[in-house]
């Protein structure tokens, strides 16, 4: 069975079907319940599984408190997601109720120098590529840190995360205040440097499914 | 990613910023896994949990795991 | 029904993200294989053409091998942006995913340790060559004798052993400042012409143990110190990031096969 999130204990599970097409089931524990879905050993898992999936996690979010689990994630029979729950449950219900009202929404912002060597090794050893790629460096950074100011009076958690190109940011942030933190970014895109900046979301927190906030 | 990326509409954009959460962040649930590729013998091992396969277009997959 | 042997590139933490691998040996998909707290990164490969004997038959096979490790090499690159990983060194094959699974829990110390030990760092290879070939000093064969001859010759010597001394300096001066905003450094042994594709004398094949908060100052420097050299008379190479090769498994062993 494929796993979709772990949810409330309670929690009320809207009668719907997941990717493979089977209905959604929920298997209970005492502190908490996982929603998943019957499904055949084989399960393609490309890009349009993966948005698909994610397009039902969103929608499961509107109806239900949750921590999304990585996809994919498959458990053969419920005993075993019973064995998980039984390992996990108490941690699950207690970062459950932390997130209660928040959601995660992730900025990305790119310059109009795409700096697409950062992520590769290169061939080159010349000194300027070398003084090119610290700056970059050094650019990189000084947009975590304008971004980090920025929405620190909405965020509750922050994690900035790996990206190949411009810098992507995390954020923990309340319902009400992500209209407030949107406009905020989007108004420091206005006074110029980035060619690009997108705010994603608001999400189901997946990147703060742990206690701790702190990546990798 | 494209060299274009920045040309691209924000929605889309996000779309994949999405993806990549779904498949790199989440509960995750740890243990040993089974993997079996279309047309290749399923190699029992008898442990928990299967992990994501790197995202290939037209792969299927068959995951496959003993219970506890 | 095609036979497959597993092939697998690192070791990663169970945790680290999963993302859109770039493709592996021969084409093939790349797989995040899991065992408990750590995971592997393989591809299965087909048996007819990449079983053992394939491999030693193609040992010597320039071009087999170039595609090779330039895909193991793509993949652990890949894998090392996103995540600390332990890259695994040609050849790198598991009978089957059962005994890929039995070495995993056998080194998981082991493998916990360096994935620990390269955690948010990244390796940089920086090699040093001397620029051009020493010039022997015309001692005049028109000296007005053997005598003067021999006394000139023994103070030409003294001066290029005394000149060999100070580039040897100089050289460990450039390996110990790059040293100080590393996390750790070695010294290997310099390669010779054949492999290292140049003509000139490799004076220093250093590796140095970069953490991300000290990348930039660690080009900076490298920028500094290459530009410096010139005048000097040493050419200085810098390449990476790599993923850390000499500093997590067996490398140990190799680097200390280190001179001087």
Known sequence: MLLYAVVPADATVPETRGLVGHRLETIRGALAAVIVEECSDRLRATNDESGAFAKIICDLATRTLMLPIRFPTLLTTTSVVLAELQANQAAWRERLSELDGLSEVVIRAQWAQPDRDLGLASDSSGTTYLVNRASAIHRREASVAEITDLVRSCAREIKVLHSQRGVRIACLVGNADVPKLRDAVLSWRQAGGHRQVVVGGPWPPFSFVDQEAVGA | ?68 | MDETIVHAYGVVAAGAPNSQFPPGIADTSVWVFGANNLAAIVSLLPVEGFGVTDWQRNAGNVSWLRHVAHRHHEVLQHVANTAAVVPLRLPSLYRNLESLADTLHAANDRLERDLRRVQGKLEWAVKVYRAAEEQSSAISTATASGRDYLMARSRDLSARSGAREQLREQVREIHDALGQVSAEYVRNQPQDAVLSGRREQMLLNGAYLVSSVDQARFLELAAEIADDSLALGFWVEVNGPWPAYNFTGDAETAAREAIE
């Open chain 2, 1 to 68: 990613m494209s060299d274009a990326m920045e040309s691209w509409p924000d929605e889309q954009v996000a779309l994949i910023d999405l993806i990549d959460r779904v498949i790199g962040g989440g509960v995750l649930i740890t243990g040993d896994v089974v993997l079996g590729v279309a047309g290749v013998d399923l190699v029992y091992l008898g442990l928990r949990l299967v992990l994501a396969p790197a995202h290939e277009v037209d792969q299927s997959v068959a995951l496959l795991r003993r219970s506890a």
